[in-house]
């Protein structure tokens, strides 16, 4: 690789400065103990960690979050190998077609997604519910699980199966033997990568959440209420989260790939 | 020979349209190092395949110790393979990779570790065995690919062009490894291969395949000298091929008229390269002119390239100092001839 000449470096530098530069601000001002964000600082204070997370709601919001997280990402994650698993093992009529559908979800606009979710889960009887909310999110997390698993299956030697299968393996044997160890780095990452498309998911939680909110959605109604720096605390808080499982997510690929 | 282990029985396999196997009839004997060779798409690794499970004949039967094995599925057979790309499982180390098959057979911990180290011993990989596959040489993971395959012990080892990756003095050291294994061994070795070289260094019997079909079955000895058709001439490499009608023991062809022990009829006959002497001036007996081309050093000789008039190309081995002593230049006229005999006439 070419090393960055100088300008190169300036661009680099402003471009990281241009997206950081909010987060960074709302993680100072959880910090700062003037009620209204602006310079100069006031002084250091953890009061609105303490006032956020001294509220029920939140606790029960983010219990709500991680549940819906959790689910999603063992749900969507198995639904992703699974389509991943069946594009590398079998070729069929209609594969380009099927392998489309399967990476659709995430290129719909969330909104519309977000009605016919609404009004596909009314239909059952699953509105409002934590349930819906993982539907929701399963359509929505299935795919990026499915691109992880695939990527490491296009690593993977075609004849190892067989060869599993060559000396006294079953076909849940070899599954189980040799395709998903084979996979694991893959799987952990595409838990990680599912769990925080789901934790961090705003648009479609809203659609179908009712009362049964999670942290985005919560976040949207303490902000219609009033500007409160408990708003920076919780962000800060959701945006941890979710960036430790990103690059959870990435350190397990790239780790893989560099000696798989 | 009584009792085959193997029998392939007019045995066809299709692939939609394209047909890799056509009425294949095969006997394989207990022990023996069989090569199935031919260029690429000649059915070869089909056929391998189908012995191991992992295609299924469209037709005819395959026999394995009598039975019948046509719908047996892979793992129910004791066919160990030895892959091209060797198929190790990088996610284990060297020792679990040797011990896959007694886990999958479900041999106690102890006794499979006991059995994968004997064989790590056997092939030399005593240190290794905590290794990952990606920190061993070529040469260090062929002879786990050979462990992990020969660790339960079958009757038949099966090997699918597995020297291919590897460097040219590799390949040497391996066949003597794979030679003196199956003698000790004293099992079937099947070994699918296009190299010619290998195949002849190796196997007891070489079967030559081409287009689904075998071309020609034989010791590597019967093959090289008596090739049945110009295909396997061709294939084996280093021959010449002379054809034309042959009328009182005279070969009428297109570089001349040359003496043959043939019937009448349209003959065609094959003179190896290490049989046809080079010389500027006409000999007696058997001779056709043809235009040099250039050489080529091969190890055990100097290969001279020749062009006859109507474009066919003759080859001959000669020694460093009869390549000094002719000195040929490229467009020079010279007589390429042989012993009486020394032809051997296809079909015949």
Not at chain 1, 70 to 92: C, K, P
Not at chain 2, 264 to 276: F, H, Q, S
Request: neutral net charge.
């Amino acid at each position: 690789m070419k090393a960055l000449g100088l300008l190169g470096r300036v661009y680099l530098a402003a471009l990281f400065v241009f997206i950081f530069a909010p987060i960074a601000a709302s993680v100072v001002f959880s910090f700062n103990s003037d009620r209204f964000p602006t310079l100069p600082l006031g002084s250091f204070t953890t009061d609105w960690y303490a006032r956020a997370f001294s509220r029920p709601e939140v606790w029960e919001a983010i219990g709500n979050s991680l549940a819906v997280a959790a689910v999603t990402a063992v749900l969507a994650t198995f639904i992703g190998f699974a389509t991943a698993y069946t594009d590398f093992r079998y070729g069929f009529r209609f594969k380009q077609a099927y392998l489309a559908l399967a990476l659709l979800p995430p290129t719909l606009p969330l909104v519309i997604l977000g009605l016919a979710m609404l009004a596909w889960l009314s239909r059952i009887g699953l509105s409002g519910t934590l349930s819906g909310i993982v539907i929701a999110h399963v359509v929505l997390a299935s795919p990026f699980a499915m691109a992880i698993c695939r990527l490491r299956l296009s690593q993977m030697d075609p004849a190892l199966e067989a060869a599993a299968w060559n000396l006294g393996s079953s076909p849940w044997g070899a599954m189980r033997h040799v395709i998903l160890p084979f996979c694991a780095p893959a799987l952990v990452s595409a838990l990680c990568l599912t769990a925080a498309v789901s934790f961090d998911e705003f648009i479609v939680a809203w659609f179908v959440s009712g009362l049964n909110r999670t942290v985005p959605v919560m976040i949207l109604e303490i902000l219609q209420g009033n500007v409160d720096p408990q708003i920076n605390a919780i962000g800060t808080v959701v945006f941890l989260t979710s960036m430790s499982l990103v690059i959870a997510a990435q350190f397990l690929i790239f780790r893989r790939r560099s000696n798989g | 020979m009584a009792d085959p282990l193997v029998q392939f029985r007019a045995v066809h396999k299709s692939f939609g349209t394209y047909v890799a196997v056509k009425s294949l009839d095969l006997d394989i004997q207990r022990g023996e190092f069989l090569a199935l060779m031919g260029p690429s798409g000649c059915g070869k690794t089909t056929t391998l395949r189908m012995l191991a499970g992992l295609e299924a004949p469209t037709s005819g039967s395959i026999t394995i110790g009598g039975k019948r094995m046509n719908e047996v599925p892979p793992h129910q057979r004791d066919t160990p393979l030895v892959w091209q790309s060797l198929a190790l499982f990088p996610f284990l180390s060297v020792v679990e990779n040797v011990e896959f098959g007694l886990r999958m057979r479900g041999v106690a911990p102890k006794e499979r570790r006991d059995r994968a180290m004997m064989w790590l011993d056997r092939m030399q990989l005593k240190g290794f065995e905590t290794r990952r596959i990606d920190q061993l040489s070529g040469g260090q993971r062929q002879r786990v690919a050979l462990a992990r395959s020969l660790v339960t012990e079958p009757e038949m080892l099966l090997l699918d062009e597995p020297l291919s990756a590897l460097d040219a003095h590799l390949v040497i050291r391996m066949q003597g490894v794979l030679t003196r294994l199956q003698k000790e061994l004293g099992i079937t070795f099947v070994y699918v291969t296009h190299s010619q070289s290998e195949a002849f260094a190796m196997a007891d019997r070489v079967v030559i395949m081409g287009q689904g079909e075998i071309a020609q079955i034989g010791t590597p000895q019967e093959i090289f000298r008596g090739p049945r058709s110009r295909f396997v001439a061709e294939f084996v490499g280093r021959n010449n091929i002379l054809s034309g009608m042959a009328q009182g023991g005279v070969l009428t062809t297109a570089q001349g008229a040359v003496p043959v022990a043939a019937g009448d009829g349209a003959v065609e006959i094959v003179v190896a390269a290490d049989r046809t002497f080079v010389s500027r001036d006409r000999p007696a007996g058997a001779a056709i002119r043809a235009a040099f081309l250039s050489e080529e050093f091969a190890g055990t000789g100097i290969i001279c390239y020749f062009e006859t008039p109507d474009g066919a190309e003759w080859k001959a081995q000669v020694t460093e100092s009869q390549l000094a002593a002719l000195q040929p230049e490229s467009g020079q006229d010279f007589w390429l001839s042989w012993q009486p005999g020394a032809e051997h006439v296809m079909g015949a």
